[in-house]
C-alpha cells in the first residue's frame, strides 16, 4: 500500500474542490430556506444521531453509515439545494471535528456527499419530481432510480479514492471495501421513500419512528462485517492449531497464503477468488490435526508406512472445511495441493489443467516457503536457488504458468530482502 501516494491526495483535494463549487452554485436561497427549515432541519438532526454509529469496514479505514435514506428523503421534501446543504453539514463526526480525520480526507467526504446528493436531486427531478409534493404512483420510480444514480456516482468516487491509496485498479478497490456495503444500499431505499411518505401524511415526529429500522439495518451491516472477521479469525486460530503440533513448521501456513494471495493478484484472479485462496492456503494443512503425533512430532524422515499415513491429510482436511458455506468452496483446492502437472502427486494423480488452478497455485507457493524454511530434516536454501529450483520443476512438478507468476512475485518481494520481508495487512 502506499500511504503518501500524491495522487490520491490530489484526488481527494479536487474531489472537495468541485463538491465546495457545486454547493456555491445550488446554494439554497432564502425563500427556500424559509420555507422548508423546519424540515430540514429536522432530518440534520436525524442524520446527525445516524452517523453517530458508523459501520467499520472489516481490515479498512473505511467506514459506512445507514444515513442516506435520509439524506435522499431531504433533497425530496426540501429540495436539492438543501439536501445538498444537508448532506455536508449534517454529516460531520467526532472524529472528523477532533482532527482525528486527515483535512483532505473530511474534505473528500464533503465533496463526494455534495456530488452523490447531487445526482440523486438531478435524477430525481429531471424525472419530473417536485420539492415537497411526492405522490407514490408517480415518484417512486423516480425516487429508486435517483437512490441508484447515488450508489453509481458514490461508490465510483470512494472506490477511486482507494485505487489510488491502494496501487490498485478501480474495479479491485470497489469488490474488496464497497461490494459488501452494496445489498445494504440497495435494501434501504425504500426506508428513504417511506420517510417522505411518513411526513407527508403524519408530519415530522412520525419520521423519527425509523430510528429503529434504520438501527436494524445497521445492526443487519455490523453482523455482516463480524462474520466476516469470524473467518478471519478461525483460519488464524485453525493454522495455529496446526503449527502448535508441529514446531518446526511456524509461520508455515501464514506464508502459505500470502504467497498464494500474492500470486492469484499476479495472475489477475477475481477478488473472491483472491480471498479465497487467503483462507485456504491458511487451512492447507489443516488435516494435518488427524495425524499421529509420532509421525507429526518426529525428527528425520519418514518411512515409506509413515510418509503414506501423512499423505493422507491432504484428503482429510478437504473433508473437514467441505461442509462450511463459505471455505468449502476450497474444498478441492486443500485436497489437490499435492498433485503435481505431471500426475505423478497425490491423492488422486491428477494432471496438468485436471488439478484446479487454486490447488496449482497453493501447491507453488507451499513448496516455495517448504524449501527457503529450516526444516528437521534439511536446511533451508535461498531465495535465488529456490527460484532455480522453481524453474527446474515447471512442467514437471509445477503449472508453468503458476512458476512465471511466482517468479514475478518473488522478484517483487526480494526488493525487500536487505530488511524483513512485510505484506500488506490484508493483502486480497
Known amino acids: 500500500m502506499k500511504p503518501d501516494n500524491p495522487a490520491e ?3 481527494t483535494y479536487v474531489v472537495g474542490a468541485v463538491g465546495v463549487a457545486f454547493l456555491v452554485l445550488h446554494f439554497p436561497s432564502v425563500e427556500l430556506l424559509k ?3 423546519p424540515q430540514a432541519l429536522f432530518l440534520a438532526g436525524l442524520v446527525g444521531i445516524v452517523e453517530a454509529f458508523p459501520v467499520q469496514a472489516s481490515g479498512s479505514r473505511l467506514s459506512t453509515s445507514v444515513g442516506v435514506p435520509l ?11 438543501i439536501g445538498m446543504l444537508v448532506a455536508a453539514l449534517a454529516t460531520f463526526r467526532k472524529k472528523d471535528l477532533s482532527g482525528q480525520t486527515p483535512w483532505n480526507v473530511v474534505l473528500f467526504n464533503r465533496g463526494m456527499l455534495v456530488l452523490s446528493n447531487y445526482a440523486f436531486g438531478l435524477t430525481y427531478y429531471g424525472l419530473g419530481g417536485t420539492a415537497g409534493a411526492f405522490a407514490c404512483t408517480r415518484d417512486m420510480a423516480f425516487f429508486a432510480l435517483g437512490a441508484l444514480a447515488d450508489v453509481v456516482v ?17 474495479m479491485s478497490a470497489w469488490r ?3 461490494r459488501w456495503t452494496l445489498p445494504s444500499k440497495i435494501a434501504v431505499i425504500p426506508l428513504g421513500i417511506l420517510v417522505v411518505v411518513l411526513y407527508q401524511s403524519y408530519g415530522l415526529l412520525s419520521v423519527a419512528m425509523l430510528l429503529l429500522p434504520l438501527a436494524l439495518a445497521r445492526y443487519s451491516l455490523d453482523r ?8 478471519a479469525e478461525l483460519g488464524a486460530t485453525l493454522s495455529q492449531a496446526i503449527e502448535h503440533r508441529d514446531g518446526y513448521t511456524h509461520g508455515h501456513s501464514l506464508r502459505v497464503s500470502q504467497y498464494a494471495v500474492l500470486l492469484g493478484k499476479e495472475m489477475g484472479l477475481p477478488d473472491d477468488e483472491v480471498e479465497l485462496l487467503h483462507y485456504a492456503g491458511l487451512l492447507h494443512d489443516i488435516g494435518k490435526i488427524g495425524i499421529r503425533d509420532s509421525i507429526m512430532k518426529k525428527d528425520g524422515r519418514y518411512t515409506v508406512d509413515e510418509y503414506e499415513e501423512m499423505k493422507g491429510h491432504a484428503a482429510m482436511g478437504a473433508e473437514m472445511v467441505r461442509g462450511m458455506k463459505f471455505l468449502g468452496k476450497a474444498e478441492k483446492w486443500i485436497r489437490h495441493h499435492h498433485e503435481r502437472w505431471d500426475g505423478t502427486g497425490y491423492p488422486q494423480g491428477l494432471k496438468g489443467q485436471d488439478i484446479p488452478l487454486g490447488a496449482r497455485i497453493i501447491a507453488c507457493a507451499d513448496s516455495f516457503d517448504a524449501m527457503t524454511s529450516d526444516r528437521p530434516y ?5 531465495w535465488e536457488e529456490a527460484r532455480r529450483e522453481l524453474l527446474d ?6 503449472d508453468p504458468e503458476v512458476v512465471k507468476a511466482m517468479l514475478k512475485v518473488i522478484d517483487k518481494l526480494s526488493s525487500q530482502k536487505d530488511k524483513p520481508v512485510k505484506f500488506p495487512g490484508r493483502v486480497w
Do not use: M, P
Open 176 to 178: 474488496k471495501n464497497l
Open 393 to 398: 520443476k515447471s512442467g514437471a512438478q509445477f
Open 35 to 37: 420555507r422548508f427549515w
Open 224 to 231: 455482516f462485517r463480524l462474520l466476516r472477521e469470524v473467518y
Open 378 to 382: 534439511k536446511d533451508a536454501i535461498t
Open 9 to 11: 491526495k490530489v484526488f
Open 154 to 170: 458514490n461508490g465510483y468516487l470512494v472506490s477511486q479514492v482507494i485505487a489510488l491509496y491502494e496501487g490498485s485498479s478501480l
Open 71 to 81: 439524506l435522499h428523503a431531504c433533497v425530496v421534501l426540501c429540495g436539492r439545494e
